[in-house]
Nanobody, 116 residues
Framework: QVQLQESGAGLVKPSQTLALTCTVSGDSITTNHYYWSWVRQPPGKGLEWMGF???????YYSPSLKSRTSISRDNAKNTVYLQMNSLKPDDTAVYYCNANYIREYWGQGTQVTVSS
């Protein structure tokens, strides 16, 4: 059973950089066929897929966020990271870590509020 735990952020000022961590337990992030995604949900809106990093470490991004987003991982720590720069108030959302292989797994989410 894969478990995901997001951490980081909270209140961030506009133009600053967001850094979130997804700590994975229950399986290795290098296991074949897993995709490790970041997904966010702005208040009152639906889920927005931001991007993922696959089992061999290759990242893929939503075209609309690609210029500001970076997803990486640390195999030794079994951890996936999200970095997003030039934050705007519209980036305010709950950010989720997601794993997908046969079934989906979700973290509990972490609130990010972008405000001066």
């Amino acid at each position: 059973q894969v478990q995901l735990q997001e951490s980081g952020a909270g209140l961030v000022k506009p133009s600053q950089t967001l850094a979130l961590t997804c700590t994975v337990s229950g399986d290795s992030i290098t296991t074949n066929h897993y995709y490790w995604s970041w997904v966010r949900q702005p208040p009152g809106k639906g889920l927005e897929w931001m991007g993922f990093i696959d089992y061999d470490g290759t990242p893929y991004y939503s075209p609309s966020l690609k210029s500001r987003t970076s997803i990486s991982r640390d195999n030794a720590k079994n951890t996936v990271y999200l970095q997003m720069n030039s934050l705007k108030p519209d980036d305010t959302a709950v950010y989720y870590c997601n794993a997908n292989y046969i079934r989906e797994y979700w973290g509990q989410g972490t609130q990010v509020t972008v405000s001066s």
